[in-house]
């Protein structure tokens, strides 16, 4: 069984703020894969990342960081200086066999 | 990525009736599956859809409520069968094995469906 955890529910900032979203997981598999998805409010679902469980590198792209902590099974996605088009449901996604599990996600709001 | 369509993007539908939603991407894949989003949800997989087989599916859904079909390997559709108000949601088809892709699964727009 596999099992994603986003404890927190809704964040709200106010523009150029940072804020951070906690991923937690539970897996069997020692190959899994992570991902996170951003869901603005059109409701397609936009990919942002994946992880593979051997790559422990952190990963920056613009304005997007993700820390991988095996030791921890956590995932954590960084957005520096948020912008009001951050704002959207991400989501964080497992993949261990074949099956993707997503957590329930977490409502960024960005202030202007 | 691949492009991934669906349509309808979006429907109201009467209770009982059924609504079939059409997922074309514009190249092969090796797998295709059908998510279901839940209003204020995360998304839940639905099934598997097997090219020439029958589609694989998850605990609680079943092939008379959702059938699936899949005739090559750029299509699918999943048919919502005698709605009811409780599946109201978004319904998402989503890809995976898309060359050097793979391992990621990338999602259509959508089809969000209310039933009245």
């Known amino acids: 069984a596999q099992k994603v955890t986003q404890a927190q529910t809704e964040i709200s900032v106010v523009e150029k703020e940072d804020v951070t979203l906690d991923c937690v997981y539970e897996t069997r598999d020692t190959t899994y894969y992570l991902f996170w998805y951003k869901q603005p409010p059109s409701g397609e679902l936009v990919f942002l990342i994946r992880r593979n469980s051997f790559d422990e590198q952190n990963e920056i792209s613009g304005r997007y960081s993700w820390n991988f902590q095996k030791s921890t099974s956590s995932f954590n996605f960084t957005i520096t200086a948020s912008q009001v088009v951050d704002s959207a449901v991400y989501f964080c996604?497992?993949?261990?066999?074949?099956?993707?599990?997503f957590g329930a996600g977490t409502t960024v709001t960005v202030r202007a | 990525s691949a492009v991934i369509s669906q349509k309808p993007s979006r429907d109201i539908c009467q209770r009982g009736t059924s609504l079939t939603i059409q997922c074309q991407v514009d190249s092969q894949v090796t797998m295709m599956f059908w998510y279901r989003q839940q209003p204020g949800q995360s998304l839940t997989l639905i099934a598997t859809?097997?090219?020439?087989?029958?589609?694989?599916?998850e605990s609680g859904f079943v092939i008379d409520k959702f059938p699936i079909s899949r005739p090559n390997l750029t299509f699918s559709t999943l048919t919502v069968s005698n709605m009811s108000p409780e599946d109201s949601s978004i319904y998402l088809c989503?890809?995976?094995?898309?060359?050097?892709?793979?391992?990621?699964?990338?999602f259509g727009p959508g089809t969000r469906l209310t039933v009245l």
């Open positions: 989503s890809v995976e094995g898309l060359g050097s892709s793979y391992n990621e699964q990338f």
């Open positions: 996604a497992l993949k261990g066999d074949y099956k993707l599990s």
């Open positions: 859809a097997n090219q020439g087989s029958e589609a694989t599916y």
